[in-house]
């Protein structure tokens, strides 16, 4: 939350001061340490404003606005919150509000969940969806609403329009959730939050919101069995719903004019895109549309075929790998979902392949060929091995060489890492990603990032959180040698990853449990995974609550910069043939997989003596964060 006053003393801030905007832009900076978009900026400066007013025409002055409220768990923010008291029951009452300067609003293709807007180049969601979403998740999040689900209503005001200009958005049903009033309807919104707010103090309602506590996130394994089976689990927001809105709409339009039109969505860690990928699959399932999932990660494909296929065969069919569809039928199927897409690869043939199959066919060329709507959800830093080449320039010109359009949606928010926007470009920084290098991290509230000095004090902090019941991970960088065959002679999992005194096993190699540890694709998910050191690959595409992260001797900090060392690698994969500079993007993709897992805190340990040092000038250690503490 950027600010909070009652509407009484903001319409006097705004009126005698004339500054909102410019506190606002100061209070945005100091959180989030970069400068607000031009059109956000606007928008304290025009519509704030036009609520305010109208709170105090409507005598609802004394009713507390928490403007830019940050939802639990995630970077998507509110306009606005209204916090007072229902009128009716003397009960908190909470009035979600998106503000919009639009004066017009178009369907987008007979779709009123998706709108066209004359200064947008690509369709945006319906803001009657938006705002209903926005409710929908805080009562699912902020447990001081868990037993008053009622309290809350949602509204989109968008008061530079008319009627007449956005009539058609009124296509999707209006509900207490999710409602909308234009400009020349004023007199009707004066009129609803006199029903929802009484003319007395929203403080308490607002300390109330603000104290609540967060409920843990629905993490994806948890749910997905209900999600793909029986009913919709998650909330999606956003560019999260327009992005599968405009899959649903590619489904239909496929289905009725025989058109083929590929998808790409596209976002970092913790962006939602295998959220979106289930509800996909989980609604065309239920519908009887034939679709399917396919992933070039051995470890989610297996654990989704466990989770969500327990013990039903027909679901677990569902679930398969990207070499699979070398031999499909062109357009056999109506949605093929391509989840963790930038795990392509170059061809699916591999060693076993026959040599009929041995075409030289692009693998992305398969997979498009094989539905009608391919839908593809990807993030390019999350490249890792050579040969992986999943970008959306390359999908739209195989979609281009197959004269077919691509529609690419963009996920900028961020559901992992606490929903903290400030940790990713914190980690991409670090790493040399993305920005000008490694900055000092400001803790923000949402996410939290400590240091050990050694993997005992890494391993000890994290049981103790697995003590307080939070699920809890250690990974590394592949820089020890991975014992593959397990004997029967053996009475307990090698212990590769040695370090000085400190030594245990990395994660099980096959798709069997032995010795008390989990298979390799369910390290991830099975309590008993915590025994074990998880690598890139089985970490890819999870999360858990708390994340340990051992940066071993690939990746050191020399003075002034990084240096990767590509002879401190053990992974298999690099071969003498992968040219210096996909290695060092490969090992520095690597730690980013691994530095963005953790939902709730991330704690780190370097076997280098001078990187260690570097991370402690950048890491500062409060008391209650001390892996000590």
Same mark, same amino acid.
């Given at each position: ?39 956000? $900026? ?5 519509? %704030? ?39 009716? =029951? ?137 999600? $793909? ?21 590619? *489904? ?154 691509? =529609? ?71 820089? +020890? ?24 096993? +990395? ?15 369910? +390290? ?8 074990? *050191? ?15 992260? %051992? ?51 991330? *704690?780190?340990?370097? =076997? ?22």
């Amino acid at each position: 939350m950027l600010f909070r006053e009652s509407a009484a003393s903001l319409a006097d801030r705004t009126h005698l001061e004339g500054r909102l905007a410019e506190l606002l832009t100061e209070n945005f900076l100091h959180k989030h340490h970069h400068q607000p978009q031009p059109a956000e $900026v606007r928008s304290w400066e025009r519509s %704030i404003p036009a609520l305010t007013n109208a709170l105090v025409e409507a005598g609802l002055g004394e009713v507390e606005m928490l403007l830019e409220y940050g939802l639990p768990l995630t970077s998507k923010r509110a306009d606005v919150v209204l916090a007072g008291v229902h009128p009716t =029951t003397g009960a908190p009452s909470y009035v979600v509000v998106e503000l919009k300067q639009w004066s017009e609003a178009y369907p987008e293709e007979d779709d009123p969940l998706r709108c066209r807007v004359p200064a947008y180049p690509e369709p945006v969601l319906n803001p009657i969806e938006q705002v209903r979403g926005y409710c929908d998740y805080l009562v699912s999040f902020n447990g001081a609403l868990e037993r008053i689900p009622e309290s809350v209503a949602g509204v989109a005001y968008l008061h530079n329009a008319t009627e007449f200009g956005v009539a058609g958005l009124r296509a999707i049903t209006e509900d207490q959730r999710g409602r909308m009033f234009t400009g020349d309807q004023r007199g009707a919104l004066l009129g609803y939050l006199r029903s929802r707010l009484a003319s007395k103090p929203g403080a308490d309602a607002a300390d109330a919101l603000l104290q609540g506590k967060v409920r843990p996130s629905k993490q994806l394994m948890a749910v997905a069995a209900d999600e $793909v089976r029986n009913r919709e689990q998650f909330v999606l927001l956003d560019e999260q719903r327009l992005a599968y809105e405009t899959v649903m709409a590619a *489904i239909r339009q496929a289905r009725r004019a025989n058109n083929k039109q590929v998808v790409v969505v596209a976002g970092g860690p913790g962006s939602g895109k295998s959220v979106i990928a289930l509800s996909l699959l989980g609604d065309l399932y239920r519908r009887g549309i034939p679709a399917l999932h396919a992933t070039g990660s051995q470890s989610f494909t297996k654990t989704m075929r466990k989770v969500a296929g327990a013990r039903k065969p027909e679901v677990q069919r569902l679930f398969r790998y990207f070499n699979s569809f070398m031999e499909a039928e062109p357009n056999d199927l109506d949605v093929l979902v391509c989840d963790e897409a930038h795990r392509l690869r170059k061809t699916s043939a591999n060693r076993y392949t026959k040599a009929a199959l041995r075409t030289g066919r692009p693998q992305v060329a398969e997979l498009i060929d094989a539905a009608r709507v391919p839908v593809f959800l990807l993030d390019q830093h999350q490249v890792v091995r050579p040969g992986e080449m999943g970008t959306v320039e390359q999908i739209r010109q195989a979609a281009a060489e197959q004269g077919l359009g691509c =529609t690419v949606v963009e996920l900028d928010s961020q559901f992992r890492c606490g929903g903290s926007d400030a940790y990713l470009r914190w980690v991409t920084g670090l790493l040399g990603l993305e920005g000008d290098g490694p900055v000092m991290w400001e803790p923000d509230s949402k996410v939290q990032l400590l240091t050990a000095e050694s993997p005992q004090e890494l391993e000890d902090f994290l049981a103790a959180r697995r003590a307080e019941d939070f699920g809890a991970r250690i990974s590394a960088g592949y820089c +020890w040698k991975w014992t593959t065959k397990i004997t029967p002679s053996m009475t307990a999992l090698p212990p590769d990853v040695t370090i000085g005194g400190w030594a245990r096993p +990395w994660n099980l190699y096959g798709d069997r449990a032995l010795l008390g540890a989990p298979p390799a694709p369910l +390290w991830a998910t099975d309590p008993a995974g915590f025994g074990q *050191i998880g690598c890139v690959y089985t970490a890819q595409g999870f999360e858990y609550d708390w994340s340990g992260v %051992i940066m071993g001797p690939d990746l050191v900090w020399r003075t002034d910069h990084w240096v990767v060392d590509r002879t401190a690698s053990k992974d298999p994969s690099f071969t003498k043939s992968t040219p210096d500079d996909d290695v060092d993007r490969l090992v520095r993709n690597t730690y980013k997989v691994l530095l963005t897992r953790g939902m709730i805190g991330t *704690i780190i340990y370097s =076997t280098d003596p001078e990187t260690r040092e570097k991370l402690r000038s950048l890491i500062p250690l409060t008391g209650e964060e001390s892996p000590q503490g």
